[in-house]
């Protein structure tokens, strides 16, 4: 197991808290993600012959968010 943090910028809610926790978990090898909203970091768990950092950072992306840093 291998743990990512991410600096993410866009969240503004428990919603987008939320949001990001779903867009992270329904990749394939991760295993738990924990978001510090006022501080705008995310951290995952994840298996890293499953998924990468940057599937991790597309899915983010996606929903509307911006990984800003590690």
Do not use: F, W
């Not at 992270?24 to 924990?34: I, R, T």
């Not at 510090?36 to 298996?47: E, I, N, T, W």
């Amino acid at each position: 197991m291998q743990h990512l943090r991410l600096k993410v910028e866009g969240m503004t809610c428990m919603g987008c808290v939320n949001s990001v926790k779903r867009l992270l978990s329904a990749l394939d090898g991760v295993e738990q993600v924990d978001v510090d909203l006022s501080q705008g970091l995310v951290q995952v768990s994840y298996d890293p012959s499953r998924t990468q950092a940057e599937a991790m950072q597309l899915a983010i992306e996606g929903g509307g968010y911006r990984v800003t840093g590690a």
